[in-house]
């Protein structure tokens, strides 16, 4: 059962059950969110308050809820509901009377059994206020809060309405009414006057202490008081009629005799246009005297708004203009901003609109919110008229009307997908900050994913497409807008999505090297990096074969056989990366074919030599067979590899490692087996590398007369150097030969070799 | 640079700006958790960040141990002892799945260990968080142990010097050209995008090669989905953006460099503008040698141009930088005698305050510089250096001809290292514009019998990227 309804601050229903539930609801009736407050109770009363925050002036909407065991729950915000237990209240049986006050800091309980008083801050102790009203009364049956939440009035069951601040320590007016009934309602007219239901109608103005006089207005059927911020709206089956205390810019310019200066504008400016006589001169010079034409202006101009009438709002806006023509420093900005102001006031006060907010309340809402509020009521177009009248950031305006605009488009379940998005995409264009693809998600939920997909093409964040099209199921898609953004993080997380639709991996491999390059290549290298096992490496070395990838699969084998351990082994698998080529491949297949042979031949030389071998490269092998002096054995393996004997490689070898080995008649004798096809230089080179210059000496004669110089350098001989570089004439070797020497016992040569650059310098 | 105006063109880009923006970054995800940390870390970032900020600052900032995380395996796991007063553990890692399950490991280990103790764990992404690595933790039933604490910090382009910002990634060429792996297509766009919301968005992009074509199509991309935002207002500070891919050009990086700071780089390799020597090298130089009094103190030296030395001279031929050094020790010395003329007070008060710190800083710089000079020379000074130059600039020249050159042979069997062999290999097929299929075999054959069958992937890779391929046959 439904025990009360109320607003939230942003307009949304509360609907409060008695089994504690409470939904919030749009202004269309579609349920937002829903909680509940109370476990092991029904709900009673309620109370829904708004709290305002001091800093930033919004309104936060919470509730009380009071429980049929007189427990008291507190939803101090009902969009972030955190269920909150005020303290027992003190003593048992039926409240009659409570409110609630609200502050930044804290939130308080008044409530009234009988004689007793309860205040009951939210985390303090309750307390019994003993306070001497001053009247008799034997019970409080109603309290009810300014809208500011500063003043309380309470009602008791003599006829007595009391007004008290708020923490109940002072009685500030005191009201006897005819009747000794309850009120049924009591609202609050700012904090300056009390509107009380009774048989009628009462206003009560709070004059002086003790009040005497009231109106009383007569309705001739049931009337409902609904407490603004500056008013009140008393609601009857016929009529909405607002109730407000006189602004005081209005009460200046038109209390029967005012003396404030603005008056005497407003009169000047009658004066002149209407009655055309002279006066309005008078008036001006009477104000210029006081020297408060400023003031007179200020005061027209915040009068203005203040009017419901454009009528009024307009003589008062002219007397104000009327001031400015006499005023040498006037400044049109805040007479501008009114007249912005009150034109908006007045479009949404419209009754097509029906919003009929006072001035204050708008400036209290801020336009922000007013375009909420239209944007909830659905006026799209005038939101947007008001957005670029008052030039309004695109965040805080035409975005946010545009999206909800198509949110709402998207939930015309009548209307064609084609058609919807066509219009989405006609207003919104590419306005920058628009997400399409929330939209999209919306379109989604509403269970249209054809229109989602239409809408997510508008859309130019991939990060925010793909998301929903793996949520639609549109693998393509997906893929092709991820690849497209070039994110791979986003292309990888589509993969894996769509990986999980193929029964194995290989056919998961297959389709997308067909479909999708990039795509392949980054799967391909997510295997690479993260196939650490010999389960994964295999598996990754599948897929390369399946995907003709033979040379980067021979690759993989390779750097597997090379970290076995035995021969066997290696071979074996070196056999079987040779294998993948199925002969065509010949130059790379030759190549495996050697390492096989490379590897037996030195099993055997390990098993005959007791040296190790393994992991030597072909050449290391002849190397340290020379060096061994195992010449025949390298004169086998060379043959057995097809190295030319008279290629530059093997003189090379050979002479370095006879020449590292010391074995000198062995590289003489091969310096004499055939011309050398290095030339001579490298044996010289290759001696003086083991400090032999004994041995050096031998082949220098068969060096070419090009690379004597440099041999005679390497082998220390720097004087016969001098003399071949001073034969030569080349001032450059000579100075090679300079740097070459100490200079500390080579004093001479080095004297000498400077006389003959001085020599071949002159030449 | 191609504006006309000298009031833009003073106004250089300030990397520190950007610098600046890193370490603010950085370091507010220590600073928004109160208590001691504990940093695990991925070795190859302890560099990188350093560069942003050193551990001084962290430790200010409440980070009592770090550890390399890939140490933190089975037998060195995290444990009690480790975690004594620690609150908050960070890992800081670069998104690899292997990492991921590290830190599973590791975290599930604490919390069995430490069933009573609450322990926040975090991660930090450089330079971004993924989807994958998401999946991983999940999976590994870690995920929920993080629960907000996984952030990302965009350090890709790591400002190296005031002119010179680097991805530091050795991997990339691999990945890019041999793999088509465009990740990192998407991570340079997207630096490039935070140096444009710092230093405004650069008017005119030019470009060559098929994924720089790409990167501005990223760029631009990235534009259009950010929509017209508060970027727009800055003034551009950078005129133009040039993209050049790496293999337009394949010929520079395998010459030897032969400026000073290029050949540092060849012979001990500068990372992170940081050089170590090793420290035989140091001492070698003969005692008596004038230019080497004092031996340097540290084997790692900062090469960056807040040294006025060494930004003169890193761009020089190596040849040429002994005039700047001597004029500075004239200049020096010329202070020294400043000095010892110094008489009263005052005057020695005014040079110790302004000239002694600059000249202390200039000594040590000269003598650090002196003494890698001399290194240096010595190894250019040699035949085998002299002759591999002496081949390079030969082939260069397209002498190199279609025959194997005999160098380069001659060097792989006397066993020279297989990267300088390699480099002059490219060198001769990149002038060559691609090998005839024989003299490709020949070389190819040459190095696997010379280095082994281990160097077969090398070569495959090469032959895949295209640094070493086959000329078309046009006939």
Same mark, same amino acid.
């Given at each position: 059962?439904?025990?009360?309804?109320?607003?939230?601050?942003?307009?949304?229903?509360?609907?409060?059950?008695?089994?504690?539930?409470?939904?919030?609801?749009?202004?269309?009736?579609?349920?937002?969110?829903?909680?509940?407050?109370? @476990?092991?109770?029904?709900?009673?009363?309620?109370?829904?308050?708004?709290?305002?925050?001091?800093?930033?002036? /919004?309104?936060?909407?919470?509730?009380?809820?009071?429980?049929?065991?007189? @427990?008291?729950?507190?939803?101090?915000?009902?969009?972030?509901?955190?269920?909150?237990?005020?303290?027992?209240?003190?003593?048992?049986?039926?409240?009659?009377?409570?409110?609630?006050?609200?502050?930044?800091?804290?939130?308080?309980?008044?409530? /009234?059994?009988?004689?007793?008083?309860?205040?009951?801050?939210?985390?303090?102790?309750?307390?019994?206020?003993?306070?001497?009203?001053?009247?008799?009364?034997?019970?409080?049956?109603?309290?009810?809060?300014?809208?500011?939440?500063?003043?309380?009035?309470?009602?008791?069951?003599?006829?007595?309405?009391?007004?008290?601040?708020?923490?109940?320590?002072?009685?500030?007016?005191?009201?006897?009414?005819?009747?000794?009934?309850?009120?049924?309602?009591?609202?609050?007219?700012?904090?300056?006057?009390?509107?009380?239901?009774?048989?009628?109608?009462?206003?009560?103005?709070?004059?002086?202490?003790?009040?005497?006089?009231?109106?009383?207005?007569?309705?001739?059927?049931?009337?409902?008081? =609904?407490?603004?911020?500056?008013?009140?709206?008393?609601?009857?089956?016929?009529?909405?009629?607002?109730?407000?205390?006189?602004?005081?810019?209005?009460?200046?310019?038109?209390?029967?005799?005012?003396?404030?200066?603005?008056?005497?504008?407003?009169?000047?400016?009658?004066?002149?246009?209407?009655?055309?006589?002279?006066?309005?001169?008078?008036?001006?010079?009477?104000?210029?005297? $006081?020297?408060?034409?400023?003031?007179?202006?200020?005061?027209?101009?915040?009068?203005?708004?203040?009017?419901?009438?454009?009528?009024?709002?307009?003589?008062?806006?002219?007397?104000?203009?009327?001031?400015?023509?006499?005023?040498?420093?006037?400044?049109?900005?805040?007479?501008?901003?009114?007249?912005?102001?009150?034109?908006?006031?007045?479009?949404?006060?419209?009754?097509?609109?029906?919003?009929?907010?006072?001035?204050?309340?708008?400036?209290?809402?801020?336009?922000?919110?007013? *375009?909420?509020?239209?944007?909830?009521?659905?006026?799209?177009?005038?939101?947007?008229?008001?957005? @670029?009248?008052?030039?309004?950031?695109?965040?805080?305006?035409?975005?946010?009307?545009?999206?909800?605009?198509?949110?709402?488009?998207?939930?015309?379940?009548?209307?064609?997908?084609?058609?919807?998005?066509?219009? *989405?995409? /006609?207003?919104?264009?590419?306005?920058?900050?628009?997400?399409?693809?929330?939209?999209?998600?919306?379109?989604?939920?509403?269970?249209? /994913?054809?229109?989602?997909?239409?809408?997510?093409?508008?859309?130019?964040?991939?990060?925010?497409?793909?998301?929903?099209?793996?949520?639609?199921?549109?693998?393509?898609?997906?893929?092709?807008?991820?690849?497209?953004?070039?994110?791979?993080?986003?292309?990888?997380?589509?993969?894996?999505?769509? $990986?999980?639709?193929?029964?194995?991996?290989?056919?998961?491999?297959?389709?997308?090297?067909?479909?999708?390059?990039?795509?392949?290549?980054?799967? +391909?290298?997510?295997?690479?990096?993260?196939?650490?096992?010999? !389960?994964?490496?295999?598996?990754?070395?599948?897929? +390369?074969?399946?995907?003709? +990838?033979?040379?980067?699969?021979?690759?993989?084998?390779?750097?597997?056989?090379?970290?076995?351990?035995?021969?066997?082994?290696?071979?074996?698998?070196?056999?079987?990366?040779?294998?993948?080529?199925?002969?065509?491949?010949?130059?790379?297949?030759?190549?495996?074919?050697?390492?096989?042979?490379?590897?037996?031949?030195?099993?055997?030389?390990?098993?005959?030599?007791?040296?190790?071998?393994?992991?030597?490269?072909?050449?290391?092998?002849?190397?340290?067979?020379?060096?061994?002096?195992?010449?025949?054995?390298?004169?086998? *393996?060379?043959?057995?590899?097809?190295?030319?004997?008279?290629?530059?490689?093997?003189?090379?070898?050979?002479?370095?490692?006879?020449?590292?080995?010391?074995?000198?008649?062995?590289?003489?004798?091969?310096?004499?087996?055939? @011309?050398?096809?290095?030339?001579?230089?490298?044996?010289?080179?290759?001696?003086?590398?083991?400090?032999?210059?004994?041995?050096?000496?031998?082949?220098?004669?068969?060096?070419?007369?090009?690379?004597?110089?440099?041999? +005679?350098?390497?082998?220390?001989?720097?004087?016969?150097?001098?003399?071949?570089?001073?034969?030569?004439?080349? =001032?450059?070797?000579?100075?090679?030969?300079?740097?070459?020497?100490?200079?500390?016992?080579? !004093?001479?040569?080095?004297?000498?070799?400077?006389?003959?650059?001085?020599?071949?310098?002159?030449? | 640079?191609?504006?006309?105006?000298?009031?833009?063109?003073?106004?250089?880009?300030?990397?520190?700006?950007?610098?600046?923006?890193?370490?603010?970054?950085?370091?507010?995800?220590?600073?928004?958790?109160?208590?001691?940390?504990?940093?695990?870390?991925?070795?190859?970032?302890?560099?990188?960040?350093?560069?942003?900020?050193?551990?001084?600052?962290?430790?200010?900032?409440?980070?009592?141990?770090?550890?390399?995380?890939?140490?933190?395996?089975?037998?060195?796991?995290?444990?009690?002892?480790?975690?004594?007063?620690?609150?908050?553990?960070?890992?800081?890692?670069?998104?690899?799945?292997?990492?991921?399950?590290?830190?599973?490991?590791?975290?599930?280990?604490?919390?069995?260990?430490?069933?009573?103790?609450?322990?926040?764990?975090?991660?930090?992404?450089?330079?971004?968080?993924?989807?994958?690595?998401?999946?991983?933790?999940?999976?590994?039933?870690?995920?929920?142990?993080?629960?907000?604490?996984?952030?990302?910090?965009?350090?890709?382009?790591?400002?190296?010097?005031?002119?010179?910002?680097?991805?530091?990634?050795?991997?990339?060429?691999?990945?890019?050209?041999?793999?088509?792996?465009?990740?990192?297509?998407?991570?340079?766009?997207?630096?490039?995008?935070?140096?444009?919301?710092?230093?405004?968005?650069?008017?005119?992009?030019?470009?060559?090669?098929?994924?720089?074509?790409?990167?501005?199509?990223?760029?631009?991309?990235?534009?259009?989905?950010?929509?017209?935002?508060?970027?727009?207002?800055?003034?551009?500070?950078?005129?133009?953006?040039?993209?050049?891919?790496?293999?337009?050009?394949?010929?520079?990086?395998?010459?030897?460099?032969?400026?000073? #700071?290029?050949?540092?780089?060849?012979?001990?390799?500068?990372?992170?503008?940081?050089?170590?020597?090793?420290?035989?090298?140091?001492?070698?130089?003969?005692?008596?040698?004038?230019?080497?009094?004092?031996?340097?103190?540290?084997?790692?030296?900062?090469?960056?141009?807040?040294?006025?030395?060494?930004?003169?001279?890193?761009?020089?031929?190596?040849?040429?930088?002994?005039?700047?050094?001597?004029?500075?020790?004239?200049?020096?010395?010329?202070?020294?005698?400043?000095?010892?003329?110094?008489?009263?007070?005052?005057?020695?008060?005014?040079?110790?305050?302004?000239?002694?710190?600059?000249?202390?800083?200039?000594?040590?710089?000269?003598?650090?510089?002196?003494?890698?000079? #001399?290194?240096?020379?010595?190894?250019?000074?040699?035949?085998?250096?002299?002759?591999?130059?002496?081949?390079?600039?030969?082939?260069?020249?397209?002498?190199?001809?279609?025959?194997?050159?005999?160098?380069?042979?001659?060097?792989?069997?006397?066993?020279?290292?297989?990267?300088?062999?390699?480099?002059?290999?490219?060198?001769?097929?990149?002038?060559?514009?691609?090998?005839?299929?024989?003299?490709?075999?020949?070389?190819?054959?040459?190095?696997?019998?010379?280095?082994?069958?281990?160097?077969?992937?090398?070569?495959?890779?090469?032959?895949?990227?295209?640094?070493?391929?086959?000329?078309?046959?046009?006939?």
């Amino acid at each position: 059962m439904i025990i009360g309804i109320g607003w939230t601050s942003s307009e949304d229903l509360m609907v409060i059950f008695e089994s504690g539930e409470i939904q919030i609801r749009s202004l269309y009736g579609q349920l937002k969110s829903l909680f509940n407050v109370i @476990k092991d109770s029904r709900a009673i009363d309620f109370q829904i308050f708004n709290t305002v925050n001091t800093y930033t002036g /919004s309104y936060t909407t919470g509730c009380v809820i009071l429980s049929a065991k007189n @427990k008291l729950v507190l939803v101090k915000d009902v969009y972030d509901p955190k269920i909150q237990q005020f303290p027992d209240i003190p003593g048992s049986g039926e409240l009659d009377s409570w409110c609630i006050i609200s502050t930044d800091k804290n939130c308080t309980v008044l409530a /009234s059994r009988q004689n007793d008083l309860y205040q009951i801050v939210y985390g303090g102790v309750p307390q019994l206020l003993r306070l001497n009203f001053g009247v008799e009364y034997n019970s409080i049956k109603k309290l009810c809060v300014s809208f500011s939440h500063d003043l309380v009035a309470l009602n008791t069951d003599t006829g007595y309405l009391l007004v008290c601040n708020n923490e109940i320590t002072r009685i500030i007016h005191k009201y006897k009414a005819d009747t000794t009934e309850t009120a049924l309602d009591i609202a609050w007219i700012s904090n300056k006057a009390i509107l009380a239901l009774w048989d009628n109608l009462y206003l009560i103005p709070l004059g002086s202490d003790d009040i005497k006089n009231h109106f009383e207005i007569y309705y001739s059927s049931p009337c409902f008081l =609904i407490q603004e911020l500056d008013g009140v709206r008393v609601v009857t089956s016929t009529s909405n009629i607002f109730y407000q205390v006189v602004p005081k810019p209005l009460r200046d310019i038109f209390e029967i005799a005012s003396i404030d200066v603005s008056s005497a504008l407003f009169e000047a400016s009658i004066a002149f246009y209407e009655n055309k006589n002279q006066k309005a001169e008078e008036y001006i010079r009477s104000i210029k005297e $006081k020297g408060a034409l400023e003031d007179a202006i200020a005061n027209c101009i915040q009068a203005a708004p203040h009017e419901f009438e454009p009528k009024y709002q307009a003589e008062v806006l002219r007397a104000s203009l009327f001031g400015r023509y006499f005023d040498d420093y006037a400044n049109a900005a805040s007479y501008v901003k009114m007249c912005q102001t009150i034109r908006v006031l007045n479009a949404i006060r419209h009754p097509q609109i029906g919003l009929p907010l006072t001035y204050l309340e708008y400036e209290a809402l801020s336009p922000s919110v007013v *375009i909420n509020r239209l944007i909830t009521r659905r006026h799209f177009a005038l939101a947007i008229e008001i957005c @670029k009248y008052l030039n309004m950031t695109d965040e805080e305006g035409i975005i946010k009307i545009l999206s909800n605009w198509a949110l709402y488009k998207v939930s015309q379940t009548d209307v064609e997908d084609n058609q919807i998005a066509a219009m *989405i995409k /006609s207003k919104l264009g590419d306005t920058p900050g628009i997400s399409y693809a929330e939209i999209a998600r919306r379109a989604i939920s509403a269970g249209r /994913s054809g229109l989602a997909i239409r809408l997510l093409d508008y859309e130019v964040k991939a990060s925010e497409q793909v998301p929903l099209y793996i949520e639609i199921d549109m693998p393509e898609l997906a893929i092709k807008k991820a690849m497209e953004s070039g994110d791979t993080d986003l292309i990888y997380m589509v993969l894996f999505w769509y $990986k999980n639709k193929f029964n194995n991996v290989s056919d998961f491999m297959k389709d997308i090297s067909k479909k999708y390059h990039i795509a392949f290549s980054l799967m +391909l290298q997510y295997f690479r990096q993260n196939s650490q096992d010999d !389960k994964a490496i295999n598996e990754f070395n599948d897929i +390369l074969n399946q995907q003709n +990838l033979i040379n980067e699969q021979v690759c993989s084998i390779i750097n597997v056989a090379l970290k076995q351990q035995t021969a066997e082994k290696k071979k074996q698998m070196f056999d079987e990366a040779k294998r993948l080529y199925l002969n065509k491949e010949v130059f790379n297949t030759n190549l495996l074919n050697d390492e096989i042979k490379l590897i037996k031949t030195q099993e055997n030389l390990e098993r005959n030599y007791g040296k190790k071998f393994d992991g030597k490269s072909l050449y290391e092998t002849l190397g340290e067979l020379i060096r061994l002096k195992l010449l025949d054995e390298a004169e086998k *393996i060379r043959k057995e590899f097809k190295i030319s004997d008279s290629s530059e490689s093997w003189w090379h070898l050979k002479v370095k490692n006879l020449a590292k080995a010391s074995c000198w008649d062995e590289l003489e004798k091969f310096s004499k087996s055939k @011309k050398s096809p290095i030339g001579y230089e490298p044996f010289v080179n290759y001696c003086m590398d083991a400090n032999n210059v004994q041995e050096a000496k031998k082949y220098f004669p068969k060096v070419a007369a090009d690379n004597r110089f440099n041999c +005679l350098i390497k082998m220390k001989c720097l004087a016969d150097a001098l003399d071949l570089a001073y034969q030569k004439k080349d =001032i450059q070797q000579v100075n090679i030969v300079i740097g070459k020497c100490d200079p500390s016992s080579q !004093k001479i040569l080095i004297d000498k070799a400077k006389m003959y650059r001085g020599e071949l310098i002159n030449k | 640079m191609t504006t006309t105006s000298s009031h833009l063109s003073s106004d250089r880009v300030n990397l520190l700006d950007l610098k600046e923006w890193l370490r603010r970054e950085f370091l507010s995800f220590f600073e928004d958790c109160p208590g001691k940390k504990l940093i695990a870390w991925d070795k190859q970032l302890t560099q990188p960040l350093g560069l942003i900020a050193d551990y001084r600052v962290l430790k200010e900032r409440g980070v009592d141990k770090m550890m390399d995380l890939r140490e933190l395996t089975d037998t060195r796991i995290l444990k009690k002892e480790d975690l004594s007063d620690v609150s908050h553990i960070f890992f800081i890692v670069k998104p690899k799945l292997e990492l991921m399950s590290l830190i599973a490991h590791n975290v599930l280990s604490v919390e069995k260990e430490l069933k009573n103790e609450i322990k926040e764990f975090h991660i930090l992404f450089v330079p971004r968080m993924t989807h994958l690595c998401e999946k991983k933790l999940t999976d590994l039933g870690v995920y929920g142990s993080f629960k907000k604490n996984l952030k990302e910090i965009f350090l890709d382009l790591i400002p190296l010097d005031n002119d010179l910002l680097s991805m530091e990634n050795s991997q990339l060429f691999k990945d890019l050209f041999l793999y088509n792996d465009p990740t990192y297509i998407y991570n340079i766009a997207k630096s490039l995008m935070t140096i444009q919301s710092l230093y405004g968005i650069i008017p005119n992009i030019y470009g060559k090669g098929k994924y720089s074509r790409m990167i501005a199509d990223q760029i631009l991309r990235m534009r259009r989905e950010m929509g017209h935002n508060q970027e727009t207002q800055i003034t551009p500070k950078i005129d133009n953006l040039i993209l050049i891919d790496r293999n337009i050009d394949l010929i520079t990086p395998m010459m030897i460099q032969l400026t000073y #700071e290029g050949l540092i780089d060849e012979n001990f390799g500068i990372k992170y503008t940081q050089l170590e020597i090793p420290q035989e090298k140091i001492k070698k130089p003969n005692q008596d040698d004038k230019l080497n009094v004092v031996e340097m103190k540290k084997s790692i030296v900062i090469l960056n141009s807040s040294d006025s030395l060494f930004a003169e001279i890193r761009d020089r031929n190596f040849n040429a930088i002994n005039p700047v050094l001597s004029r500075t020790a004239k200049e020096l010395q010329q202070t020294n005698e400043e000095k010892n003329r110094l008489q009263s007070v005052s005057q020695l008060r005014m040079f110790v305050e302004k000239t002694l710190k600059t000249y202390q800083v200039k000594k040590t710089s000269l003598e650090n510089h002196m003494t890698i000079a #001399e290194i240096i020379k010595e190894l250019t000074m040699s035949d085998e250096f002299f002759e591999k130059l002496l081949t390079q600039n030969d082939l260069l020249a397209g002498l190199g001809g279609e025959k194997p050159n005999s160098y380069i042979i001659n060097s792989m069997s006397r066993g020279e290292d297989i990267y300088t062999v390699m480099r002059l290999i490219c060198l001769h097929c990149a002038v060559n514009n691609g090998f005839k299929t024989s003299l490709l075999e020949t070389y190819k054959r040459e190095i696997i019998r010379a280095y082994g069958i281990k160097y077969f992937e090398l070569l495959n890779n090469m032959e895949k990227s295209n640094i070493l391929n086959q000329q078309y046959q046009s006939f």
